[in-house]
């Protein structure tokens, strides 16, 4: 059966990629220790590093994070931080 779009089952199954990529990414970042740098250099993808640039956010004060996205489109500020608070939901995880 094709799922139609805007199917929840849909957006569940893209919603559970992203968080386990965010998961990804926190564990090599702060689990296993591994530099922004060296993750980055591996990424392909805008949406991988677009990820990995809010893990690797979490580094930084909330104020100091907002005051870098100032700049951006406000649908770009959003996605940034939905992805630092999820990130910082898993990382909250290893503690």
Do not use: C
């Not at 919603?15 to 220790?33: H, K, Q, S, T, Y």
């Not at 805008?46 to 100032?70: N, Y």
């Amino acid at each position: 059966m094709k799922i139609k779009e805007g199917h929840p089952k849909k957006h569940r199954s893209s919603f559970r990629r992203a968080l386990n990529r965010i998961a990804e990414f926190v564990r090599l970042r702060f689990v296993d220790g591994r530099s922004t740098g060296e993750i980055m250099g591996t990424l392909r993808s805008e949406t991988d590093r677009r990820t990995m640039a809010a893990v690797a956010s979490l580094d930084l004060p909330q104020k100091d994070f907002e005051d870098l996205i100032a700049g951006e489109q406000p649908d770009l500020r959003s996605d940034l931080m939905a992805l630092r608070q999820n990130a910082w939901r898993i990382l909250r995880g290893y503690l």
